[in-house]
């Protein structure tokens, strides 16, 4: 969600005549997007602003780039921010693209003098042809203990069916092969927006019938939405990309109730079932925090069992982190030391990874449809339907197009092959 609004700003800058400049010693104006959802990300954040200090040392105040910083870590840290980090000009409580925009057009001068657009400029990325999103929800109305995104991105707002079909088209029409839409639940679509508007399932069939999209997916999806009709209505559509990104966190069943997610680790197992039966060709993903405070060494085997039992060909995996104003960090002691969840970490890693490898090797010798990324003259890069890169040696296919490649090679997370 990060990276579809700084590519919306992106969009939005370039269609008012800015560039994307190589190094922050170029610009006239940095924009900082900030991430809270977990420590590290928080941590990045500010040792990146400190490493913005050389470029305005030594300068009269107002001199040099102005220094924009926005997202969840602002509110959270404002006093702190200023004070270390005096040279950042602005700070902005959010990260909404259009409320970004408008502050930015109030102090960026060159932003100032340009007229407003009709409608926001589709987000493309036009080397890649792909990664194009559409924020479909902002917000989440969950109440996850443990997360902080329903604090930082405020409570659900959905984007209207009509505004999400006309984002989606734009983006066709500026030259995107395929797209995801987004949201932190993505299946709750249309939940807050009042008796009888459109739903995930809707809003799908829509942009299947109104763009051409040849592959369109989505993401994130809450395990306790996954429906059979999701799985027939959407899952099952040709034209929807074989991929599934169904974040469990945890094994345990007491831990996933402590984390109040809302299901079970049966329904869990249920629901992957119907997934593979409506789309046999299924890339699963996941993701999984290890050390929440009462995750005992039981707990954390029976994650490890689930892992084993359930099958993903790719994982995200974190270790908890206490972030403030969550009900976990508030009611539950984090009493796990950090070097114990650290390695409970890697050791879930390597399980992980090992499976995941075995699985990927389900694809060697298999042909698949890819979308071709780059070209250069030693080697090609595409990408599947379920977003794994393929390295090509030689390829005739222009890149943004469609080609056919039999795989014969299978790394940890890329596979090598030849066009067809
Ligand atoms: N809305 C999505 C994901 C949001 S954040 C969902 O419900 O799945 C992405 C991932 O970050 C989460 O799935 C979780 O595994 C991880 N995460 C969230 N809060 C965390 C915390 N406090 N500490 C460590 N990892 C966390």
């Not at 270390?84 to 057009?105: H, N």
């Not at 993701?287 to 954390?300: A, I, K, S």
């Not at 490898?357 to 979308?371: K, M, P, S, W």
Request: glycine share 8%; aromatic share 6%; hydrophobic share 40%.
């Amino acid at each position: 969600m990060n990276v579809a609004d700084a590519a919306e700003l992106a969009a939005q800058l370039d269609a008012r005549g800015g560039h994307a400049v190589d190094s922050p010693e170029q610009a006239g104006l940095i924009l900082i997007n900030t991430c809270t959802v977990r420590q590290k990300a928080e941590d990045k954040a500010l040792s990146f602003f400190g490493g913005l200090k050389a470029l305005k040392h030594g300068r009269p105040r107002g001199a040099g780039p102005l220094i924009v910083a926005m997202g969840c870590v602002i509110p959270k840290r404002k006093a702190e921010i200023q004070r270390q980090f005096p040279f950042v000009d602005v700070l902005l409580d959010y990260s909404d693209p259009e409320l970004v925009l408008a502050e930015l057009a109030r102090c960026f001068p060159p932003l100032a003098a340009m007229p407003a657009l009709e409608a926001p400029p589709p987000a493309v990325n036009p080397e890649l042809c792909r990664a194009s999103f559409v924020t479909a929800i902002r917000g989440c109305n969950h109440r996850c203990s443990y997360c902080v995104v329903p604090s930082a991105r405020g409570p659900q707002r959905d984007t209207p069916l009509g505004d999400i079909v006309a984002q989606a088209q734009a983006l066709e029409a500026a030259g995107a092969a395929d797209m995801t839409v987004l949201g932190q639940n993505i299946l709750a679509y249309g939940r807050t927006s009042g008796p009888g508007a459109p739903g995930f399932c809707e809003l799908m069939e829509a942009l299947l019938a109104r763009t051409g999209f040849r592959w369109l997916s989505f993401l994130t999806s809450l395990p306790a939405d996954l429906t059979a009709e999701v799985c027939q209505r959407v899952l099952a559509q040709p034209r929807v990309a074989p991929l599934l990104h169904l974040p469990v966190q945890s094994g345990s069943a007491k831990v996933l109730g402590e984390m109040r997610r809302g299901y079970t680790v049966e329904h869990y197992r249920r629901v992957v079932e119907l997934a593979r039966q409506a789309r046999p060709d299924l890339y699963l993903t996941t993701d999984l925090l290890v050390g929440f405070p009462t995750e005992t060494e039981r707990d954390f085997e029976e994650t490890l069992a689930l892992v084993r039992d359930v099958g993903f060909d790719d994982a995200f995996m974190f270790a908890y982190s206490p972030r403030p104003g969550t009900p976990a960090s508030l009611e539950l002691e984090d009493r796990l030391p950090r070097p114990e969840k650290l390695e409970r970490l890697k050791q879930l890693i390597a399980v992980q990874r090992e499976l995941g490898a075995v699985r990927n090797r389900r694809y060697l010798g298999q042909e698949l449809e890819v979308i071709i990324e780059q070209r250069a003259p030693e080697q090609t890069t595409a990408r599947t339907a379920f977003n794994k890169p393929v390295y090509l040696a030689a390829c005739r296919q222009r890149v943004g197009g469609f080609t056919h490649v039999r795989i014969n090679a299978v790394r940890t997370s890329s596979f090598y092959g030849e066009e067809r």
